[in-house]
């Protein structure tokens, strides 16, 4: 389940993600950030990844697919989870973000503020 968060404005989206994404969600995720991008030339991102969030292989690949064809619409991108596996995804990541202009930075649940806060900037 995506769901969008309420701090969300102009430009700046935030989603929470629960459980299992299907291809119905994540296609209706990228139309929401469609609809920003309509109006403005960036958007930067908050997503809370709940202990299980994960996506089916189907949305997983419209994901990347998506994601891969609109990288310089990115401005940041905040990752707040307390796994383990996404910071170090961040990690791995984020150096490749770097390089086409987009800060990618790891949160835990506990500077969610800071998170806002950065992604704000």
Not at 34 to 54: F, G
């Amino acid at each position: 389940m995506i769901k969008k968060l309420p701090e969300s404005s102009e430009n700046v989206l935030g989603f929470e993600v629960d459980g299992k994404v299907d291809i119905t969600e994540e296609l209706n995720l990228i139309s929401q950030v469609e609809e920003v991008l309509d109006k403005h030339a960036k958007v930067s991102v908050l997503v809370i990844l709940n202990e299980k969030a994960h996506w089916g292989i189907e949305a997983g690949y419209e994901d990347l697919k998506w994601a891969m064809t609109h990288a310089k619409s990115f401005h940041r991108i905040a990752i707040v989870s307390d796994r383990k596996i996404w910071e170090w995804l961040v990690a791995m990541d984020s150096p490749f973000a770097a390089m086409l202009g987009i800060g990618e930075k790891h949160f835990d649940m506990a500077n969610l503020d800071k998170a806002w806060e950065w992604v704000k900037e």
